[in-house]
């Protein structure tokens, strides 16, 4: 799926509903339906899975957490370290 590559990609970066929903060619409600049915999970936790991923590969080749903030689109340092807090990433 077109998709969960750019999701994957992006690392989550820009993957917000309004944007998908416009590559994806389909209204946001009607997305978010066929995002869940054929994925499984909503596109926010598929999202936050992505992130994970990257945050854990990004750590181990040793970049900065301001680095990786910016990597996976978060404004600030503080906004990853309490996203990761919530997520349970190390």
């Given at each position: 799926m077109t998709i969960r590559r750019h999701i994957e990609t992006a690392n989550g970066k820009g993957c917000g509903l309004?944007?998908?929903?416009?590559i994806a060619g389909y209204s946001k409600y009607h997305f978010l339906r066929l995002f869940h049915k054929h994925?499984?999970?909503t596109l926010h936790e598929y999202v936050d899975?992505?992130?994970?991923?990257?945050?854990?590969?990004?750590?181990?080749d040793g970049l900065r957490q301001n680095a990786?903030?910016?990597a996976?689109?978060?404004?600030?340092?503080?906004?990853?370290t309490r996203w990761r807090k919530r997520m349970g990433a190390r």
């Open positions: 309004d944007s998908l929903a416009r994925i499984g999970m899975r992505c992130r994970r991923q990257a945050y854990r590969r990004l750590a181990a990786i903030a910016d996976l689109g978060f404004a600030h340092p503080s906004t990853l």
